[in-house]
């Protein structure tokens, strides 16, 4: 048996279909946050169908890659790959953010294999991440941790504290992609508090940076998979995204990081992704 599980052939595919997932998913427990998973979706259809190392049928695998979602209110974007890929039944993305469902609205790990840990709070993803990565060189095991951010959350100090210590310890086995679609909360980063010069300021604190296109799945496959660089560094991936990406009426708007898509929004969405929710 191979040490993880066979590469997916077609990751637009797999992003198209956790874009369907994720948007049925905050219809169905009126949830919040739909844009902030559509602007990821490439980004884990990528990461789950070419780059992490991951044993479905044996989740706690010790040599597998950890993966954390710091931006855990974009949960529903997890739970929909890990089901595509054969972590647990799809049928079960249907309990999402029901009274008593495991699938939370913020991302759980209680229950669910293939979550690493639970995210709330902004700013906890990298810190935990960090700490993985220098366990993991203590150990001389060769996993690698990687932590898909949101550009607001970098407005937290205990991010730039876990960017130093990675940086002072070498920590080649850690990736942090950051979710740069511009948008926060309830307005553009630029108008809360501004992070450019961006790409910089990492490279300031010791790290390597590369930027591509969020939504280019040959560029974020190069950016993910090559190796760490001969220096040691750890490596920080700007991913240059738009929020909502994929339903047009919710593309670079603040409205939809709290709104529930419901009655013909709904249909709407779906229909833009290829779904006709009337049929049948």
């Given at each position: 048996?191979?040490?993880h599980?066979?590469?997916?052939?077609?990751?637009?595919?797999?992003a198209?279909?956790?874009?369907?997932?994720?948007?049925?998913?905050?219809?169905?427990?009126?949830?919040?946050?739909?844009?902030?998973v559509?602007s990821?979706a490439?980004?884990l259809?990528?990461?789950?169908?070419k780059?992490?190392?991951?044993?479905?049928?044996?989740?706690?695998?010790q040599?597998?890659?950890?993966f954390?979602?710091?931006?855990?209110?974009?949960g529903?974007?997890?739970?929909?790959?890990?089901?595509?890929?054969?972590?647990f039944p799809?049928?079960?993305l249907r309990?999402?953010?029901?009274n008593?469902s495991?699938?939370s609205?913020?991302?759980?790990?209680?229950?669910?294999?293939?979550?690493?840990i639970?995210?709330g709070?902004l700013?906890?993803?990298?810190?935990?991440?960090?700490?993985?990565a220098y366990?993991?060189t203590?150990?001389?095991?060769?996993?690698?941790?990687?932590?898909?951010?949101?550009d607001?959350?970098?407005?937290?100090?205990?991010?730039w504290?876990?960017?130093?210590?990675a940086?002072?310890?070498?920590?080649?086995?850690?990736?942090?992609?950051v979710?740069?679609?511009?948008i926060q909360?309830?307005?553009?980063?630029?108008?809360?508090?501004?992070l450019?010069?961006?790409?910089?300021?990492?490279?300031?604190?010791?790290?390597?940076?590369?930027?591509v296109?969020?939504?280019d799945?040959?560029?974020?496959?190069a950016?993910?998979?090559?190796?760490?660089?001969?220096e040691?560094?750890?490596r920080c991936?700007?991913?240059?995204t738009?929020?909502?990406?994929?339903?047009?009426?919710m593309e670079?708007?603040?409205?939809?990081?709290y709104r529930?898509?419901?009655?013909?929004?709904?249909?709407?969405?779906?229909?833009?992704l290829?779904?006709?929710?009337?049929?049948?």
């Open positions: 048996m191979a040490d599980r066979t590469p997916v052939p077609n990751t637009e595919d797999l198209l279909r956790i874009r369907r997932h994720a948007v049925r998913m905050t219809h169905d427990g009126k949830s919040s946050h739909i844009g902030a559509l990821i490439d980004i259809a990528v990461l789950y169908g780059i992490l190392k991951v044993k479905p049928y044996d989740p706690d695998w040599d597998r890659d950890r954390i979602l710091s931006k855990g209110h974009a529903a974007g997890v739970y929909a790959v890990l089901a595509e890929i054969g972590f799809i049928e079960e309990n999402h953010n029901a008593g495991k699938f609205g913020h991302v759980s790990h209680k229950g669910i294999p293939g979550v690493e639970s995210i709070s700013g906890h993803g990298l810190p935990i991440g960090v700490g993985m366990a993991a203590l150990d001389a095991r060769r996993h690698r941790i990687f932590v898909l951010m949101s607001g959350e970098c407005d937290e100090g205990s991010n504290e876990s960017i130093l210590f940086a002072h310890h070498k920590l080649s086995n850690l990736v942090a992609i979710d740069y679609n511009k909360s309830i307005k553009t980063v630029a108008e809360t508090l501004g450019e010069p961006f790409a910089e300021k990492w490279r300031a604190f010791g790290w390597e940076v590369l930027e296109d969020g939504h799945h040959n560029a974020l496959t950016a993910l998979a090559t190796p760490p660089d001969k040691e560094k750890p991936v700007i991913s240059h738009t929020k909502g990406k994929g339903v047009s009426f670079n708007t603040v409205l939809w990081h529930s898509p419901q009655g013909e929004e709904y249909r709407e969405a779906m229909k833009e290829g779904v006709d929710v009337n049929a049948g």
